[in-house]
């Protein structure tokens, strides 16, 4: 008998596929298996078994790479529905699979909040990304953003944002008319209110195409619809627009408080001392210096040369856009700092040699350019702080408006251009925000940094603070009618109630309004500028504080809130806290 006659098949219930290569001798003298090796068919020799076939796999891709090349070794014969570890990984997810679903919105976030084009799932390189990042993810057609997965996220934000405004008692509305690439007209209508937490919040509410004429009638009736889809008609609604008389007209005829955009009143007194004579020509002269280093390249790299040698900033000269005030301010200021490298690489041999026409400055040109700056610096550190302040309230505009209007008083040194800049700035300023003063001094009281109120007269200071008394007097008084009436509701369902219901606690309503934190924000450098130190001293908010305990306490100097009452030293210990932190 010879050695490969000698070799058993394995059993039956051994139904891997190397078996096919494999067997076992039988013992002496018996015919039981002797299982301790495996015998292979092939070579003959013997491979230790120990219940698993990964060792007669390993001889096999060892000594008869022919054979293992051409096997496709399972675990288990006649089992085609167990999928290896590669058809495991590399199977494409269910597009409604979990996984699949928060990468697809994932997808939409960032489509939305970069504004980017729904054609970007369509890009090579963002498919690419995408299939690196989990190659398992098939990536939605564009037709399937459009038609479907966005409008379901719309309505999703939509429903967070309807329940966000539900809960605000104020919201105050901004409207922006502007005109795309493609000269398409578009108003934009955005929502802003305090949360419980006390964040300032803001929304927008739409972006609509608009094709009638600007109208105040057919933006008021534009913004009328956008309250009532948002369920405002029961808010107390202010708006800011920028200043044009349309759209004064839209918020008076939609029953809406309206506010001058302030920012946009600073571009229209800087564009007015911008119309100047003397700055005309002075802005026409920069131009022409900075539109001919664009032009030419050999002056473009002669002006970074000269950069270099004098240590100046290696900056590219500006050129304004007539729209943006601050961006002519900056080319003046630049072509200051700059004049150095700008004579010098105007005077260098490779640039005369080039060029036919060159351009200077002369030396009344610097001398204006510096008047100009000197005198519009303050509306751009006004500007910048309105650029810092990621949401600014209406408590900066009284500050700001006054200053910059003291600040416009001619003085002895003044030259004429200083003179007249100061003259355009002051009187368009002083037509402004003349029926909102009582407003805005009542906002600026409210906000720690200007509650001293520097920039008000001491009658018109002792007015703006008995106004606020008053109001904060019928806030508190509203209140405290509106828990009187929750309480005598509670009290007639405790009647009705069986005799297994608790009794409710009823909380302190000052305990139970959230309060401010006491983290204060950080304070711009430019309104520093401005103003200086105008943090003002506790002793007023006391004093407000005192006056509101005489006009609610009774006969015996007791408040009553909420159905307590607190002696004038406890509501002071327990409410007053604020005032420690400034507040």
């Known amino acids: 008998m010879t050695e490969e006659e000698r070799i058993q098949p394995a059993p039956a219930a051994f139904k891997a596929d190397v078996w096919t290569y494999f067997g076992f001798r039988t013992k002496e003298g018996g015919k039981d298996y002797d299982k301790s090796y495996a015998v292979c068919k092939i070579c003959t020799a013997r491979v230790k078994y120990s219940g698993n076939t990964t060792n007669l796999q390993t001889h096999v891709s060892r000594h008869h790479s022919d054979v293992a090349s051409n096997a496709n070794f399972k675990t288990k014969r006649g089992d085609p529905t167990q999928r290896t570890i590669e058809e495991v990984n590399f199977s494409k997810l269910p597009a409604t699979s979990t996984r699949a679903t928060?990468?697809?919105?994932?997808?939409?976030?960032?489509?939305?909040?970069?504004?980017?084009?729904?054609?970007?799932?369509?890009?090579?390189?963002?498919?690419?990304?995408?299939?690196?990042?989990?190659?398992?993810?098939?990536?939605?057609?564009?037709?399937?953003?459009?038609?479907?997965?966005?409008?379901?996220?719309?309505?999703?934000?939509?429903?967070?944002?309807?329940?966000?405004?539900?809960?605000?008692?104020?919201?105050?509305?901004?409207?922006?008319?502007?005109?795309?690439?493609?000269?398409?007209?578009?108003?934009?209508?955005?929502?802003?209110?305090?949360?419980?937490?006390?964040?300032?919040?803001?929304?927008?509410?739409?972006?609509?195409?608009?094709?009638?004429?600007?109208?105040?009638?057919?933006?008021?009736?534009?913004?009328?619809?956008?309250?009532?889809?948002?369920?405002?008609?029961?808010?107390?609604?202010?708006?800011?627009?920028?200043?044009?008389?349309?759209?004064?007209?839209?918020?008076?005829f939609a029953g809406m408080t309206h506010i001058q955009c302030f920012a946009h009143s600073l571009n229209l007194a800087s564009q007015k001392a911008l119309k100047i004579q003397s700055v005309v020509r002075l802005l026409r002269r920069i131009r022409r210096v900075t539109a001919f280093f664009r032009r030419s390249t050999t002056a473009s790299n002669q002006l970074k040369q000269k950069q270099c040698l004098?240590?100046?900033?290696?900056?590219?000269?500006?050129?304004?856009?007539?729209?943006?005030?601050n961006s002519s301010y900056d080319m003046i200021e630049q072509s200051l700092e700059q004049q150095p490298a700008i004579c010098a690489a105007l005077l260098s041999?490779?640039?005369?040699?080039?060029?036919?026409?060159?351009?200077?400055?002369?030396?009344?040109?610097?001398?204006?350019?510096?008047?100009?700056?000197?005198?519009?610096?303050?509306m751009k550190d006004a500007t910048l702080v309105m650029s810092e302040e990621s949401m600014p309230t209406l408590s900066i505009i009284a500050p700001l408006h006054a200053k910059l209007v003291m600040g416009a008083q001619e003085s002895v040194d003044d030259t004429s251009t200083v003179r007249d800049i100061k003259t355009?700035?002051?009187?368009?300023?002083?037509?402004?925000?003349?029926?909102?003063?009582?407003?805005?001094?009542?906002?600026?009281?409210?906000?720690?940094?200007?509650?001293?109120?520097?920039?008000?007269?001491?009658?018109?200071?002792?007015?703006?603070?008995?106004?606020?008394?008053?109001?904060v007097v019928t806030v508190i008084k509203k209140e405290k009618n509106q828990q009187e009436n929750k309480e005598t509701d509670k009290q007639v369902e405790e009647e009705n109630a069986t005799e297994e219901a608790h009794h409710p606690h009823i909380k302190d309503s000052f305990d139970s309004i959230p309060r401010p934190p006491l983290k204060r924000q950080r304070t711009s450098c430019a309104l520093v500028d401005l103003h200086g130190a105008t943090f003002a001293s506790t002793i007023i908010i006391i004093i407000i504080i005192h006056f509101i305990y005489r006009r609610l306490s009774d006969p015996q100097g007791h408040l009553t809130v909420a159905g307590k009452q607190y002696r004038k030293k406890h509501f002071f210990k327990k409410k007053c806290i604020y005032s420690k932190h400034g507040r």
């Open 102 to 252: 928060k990468i697809t919105q994932s997808v939409l976030v960032f489509i939305c909040k970069d504004m980017r084009p729904l054609s970007v799932v369509e890009n090579k390189g963002f498919c690419n990304m995408i299939k690196t990042l989990e190659p398992r993810y098939t990536v939605p057609s564009r037709q399937h953003i459009t038609d479907i997965a966005l409008p379901k996220l719309y309505q999703e934000v939509k429903a967070t944002v309807l329940d966000s405004l539900s809960s605000a008692e104020t919201v105050p509305l901004t409207c922006d008319a502007w005109t795309s690439r493609a000269t398409e007209s578009y108003v934009t209508v955005t929502a802003h209110h305090i949360t419980d937490q006390w964040n300032l919040q803001s929304h927008v509410l739409q972006t609509q195409a608009m094709h009638d004429s600007h109208t105040g009638e057919h933006i008021a009736a534009l913004l009328t619809d956008a309250v009532a889809e948002w369920g405002l008609n029961t808010k107390d609604l202010v708006v800011v627009t920028y200043n044009a008389p349309n759209m004064a007209l839209a918020a008076r």
């Open 310 to 325: 004098l240590q100046l900033p290696a900056h590219r000269l500006i050129t304004d856009i007539i729209t943006r005030w």
């Open 349 to 378: 041999a490779e640039v005369r040699k080039s060029e036919k026409e060159i351009f200077t400055l002369s030396e009344s040109d610097i001398t204006c350019a510096e008047e100009v700056v000197r005198a519009l610096k303050p």
């Open 424 to 471: 355009a700035i002051a009187e368009d300023l002083g037509k402004r925000y003349v029926n909102e003063r009582a407003t805005l001094w009542m906002a600026s009281t409210v906000d720690p940094r200007f509650k001293d109120l520097p920039f008000l007269s001491e009658a018109e200071t002792s007015e703006t603070y008995s106004r606020l008394l008053d109001t």
